[in-house]
């Protein structure tokens, strides 16, 4: 559990551990390798990490663009909970959770894991019905979850504006007492340290251009035939033997170079904090009807988001109107913010699907896996993900908590939509 | 916030707008016709370029009518705009 009380001599922060003086080595790219990766983000890195713990396979490069874990893992607000409605999407998040609850330990890395609880607020009697149903299926998975009054909701959270004379009353809230927030930056480094020391070559300024197949899909190869033998990278030619996409946002334009179609839409997804404060907010308040979700970072930011901008996006940053009403109902549910000074926002680049929940599996092409459309849950589920797509890379046997998320449902029907269900509106 | 140019009103503020996704995704002639890969094509899947793309956007707090933009994803600038059934303007294509 956190530790949310702080003196004096022990400001908030105060226990954040020093930065590392060796992350991981920076090595050449070679001209092949059994597994390539291409995002060195947090799922990439993830998968690079169980790959080599579950599975001894080490002969395994993580391409990134950028710097490492520099796109949305940097930019993401943090959040871990497994509270979802469908069984599918609580099976997966939920497997996270647990090995968020061993990671630190399996890292031998500080993550600041910090168990501290979410309330996901009801403000319409529908709401309400909807967030019952949602904790009755919890509890039928095995996830912690209750349903709590408005009064209950003050004693967790009593900060929290839960007076009747508001626009958007509290009518009651969701509580999973177990979900809580890690330190972003610390996770993806626990996974890339680990992943260097365990042989993984993770290559950072090198982004994919092109891929070199052995029968295309475009050209009428049948599927199952066609596979990508090298990618084209502004570092040279690699060869490869297996290939997951784990680009988050963009995955689309990286399977366009392979004439894959996907039903993904990349949006900007902002985010912002407030100046350091003294810790006043203890716990995950999320909202979907006025839409903003609160947390307090260890250092004392309050750490805020709101819903993907409406347009098409890859410039990492969105429209000031949409932080302007997340800004409005942060204040009305938390009137003790309204003098807090805002320090920065950002935008990350998340692709969204039409069902809300994620793409993972197998795409036209034999070799490569395909990662993506977590939208805006994709910190959450990080270590659980690549538990299971390292699974699929070693066995050749998609992961059963991966299956049910494959790309040909929007062909079949067999919808996940995990819209209604996600603990939020977008 | 950015200013949009709409057609029949000229510059008006984003907030007035509401996106409508991408542009000329027409209803198949022959929908009896199409297999279930195509009809999930036609429903779900969309083109998510990083560059120039034509959408469509309604000016919902103004005329109320719809119309196409080419906007470029990567910096959000809006290249041209015009009406539905107007020749869409010429985007050169090394901004792609």
């Known amino acids: 559990m956190s530790s949310t009380t702080a003196t004096a001599a022990d400001p908030p922060g105060a226990d954040l551990p020093e930065h590392p003086d060796f992350l991981w080595h920076n090595p050449e790219p070679k001209r092949s390798y059994d597994v390539v990766i291409i995002g060195g983000g947090g799922h990439g890195l993830a998968t690079a990490h169980y790959l080599v713990r ?33 069984d599918a999407s609580a099976a997966i998040y939920e497997h996270a959770l647990k090995l968020w609850e061993g990671l630190e330990d399996d890292l031998g890395y500080p ?38 009054g408005p009064d209950d909701v003050a004693k967790i959270c009593p900060i929290l504006n839960v007076s009747d004379d508001i626009r958007y009353p509290v009518l009651g809230a969701t509580y999973q007492p177990r979900a809580g927030i890690a330190k972003h930056d610390y996770v993806a480094w626990g996974f890339a340290r680990r992943a260097d020391a365990g042989g993984v070559d993770l290559i950072q300024d090198c982004e994919v251009l092109d891929f070199v197949t052995e029968g295309s899909v ?26 997951a996409l784990c680009a988050a946002g963009h995955t689309s334009t990286l399977l366009d170079r392979l004439g894959v179609r996907t039903p993904l839409q990349s949006h900007p997804l902002q985010a912002l904090v407030s100046e350091l404060l003294e810790p006043v907010h203890p716990t995950i308040v999320m909202s979907n009807a006025v839409h903003v979700y609160v947390s307090q970072a260890h250092k004392g930011e309050l750490v805020m988001g709101a819903g993907v901008d409406s347009y098409n996006g890859y410039g990492q940053r969105g429209a000031f109107h949409i932080i302007e009403r997340q800004m409005a109902a942060a204040v009305e549910l938390f009137p003790i913010f309204a003098r807090a000074h805002l320090l920065r926002s950002w935008a990350g680049i998340v692709d969204v699907t039409p069902d809300a929940s994620p793409i993972v599996g197998r795409t036209p092409y034999a070799n ?37 998320f494959a790309l040909d449902r929007f062909v079949t029907g067999a919808l996940v939509d995990e819209h209604g269900a996600a603990g939020v509106a977008h | 916030m950015q200013l949009i140019t709409c057609p029949w009103c000229g510059p ?48 919902s707090a103004g005329c109320r009518r719809w119309f196409i933009a080419i906007r470029d994803t990567r910096t959000h600038q809006f290249l041209s705009v015009h009406r539905i059934g107007e020749d869409q303007p010429q985007i050169p294509e090394a901004t792609r």
């Not at chain 1, 299926?137 to 095995?142: I, R």
């Not at chain 1, 896996?369 to 849950?377: F, M, Y």
């Not at chain 2, 509401?18 to 016709?33: C, I, L």
């Open chain 1, 54 to 86: 579950n599975h001894g396979i080490t002969n395994v490069a993580v391409l990134e663009k950028g710097w490492l874990a520099g796109g949305n893992m940097a930019r993401n607000t943090t959040l871990i909970r497994s509270n979802y409605l469908w």
């Open chain 1, 218 to 243: 475009e050209d009428g190869a049948a599927e199952g035939t066609a596979r990508v033998t090298g990618i084209r990278t502004t570092r040279g030619d690699i060869a490869c033997g297996q290939v």
């Open chain 1, 111 to 148: 993550i600041l894991f910090s168990q501290r609880g979410v309330l996901n607020l009801a403000h319409t009697e529908q709401d309400v019905r909807d967030s019952v149903r949602r904790v009755e299926a919890n509890k039928l998975n095995g996830i912690d979850a209750e349903y709590l």
């Open chain 1, 368 to 404: 490569v896996l395909v990662n993506s459309g977590w939208g805006t849950g994709g910190f959450k589920v990080t270590p659980g993900l690549g538990w299971c797509l390292a699974h699929t890379i070693a066995t050749g046997e998609l992961h059963p908590l991966i299956e049910p």
């Open chain 2, 12 to 59: 008006r503020e984003e907030l007035e707008f509401h996106y409508g996704g991408q542009a000329d995704v027409r209803y198949p002639d022959n929908p009896q016709e199409l297999t279930d890969e195509q009809w999930g094509h036609f429903v779900f899947f969309r083109d998510n370029p990083k560059g120039p793309f034509a959408e469509r956007w309604v000016h």
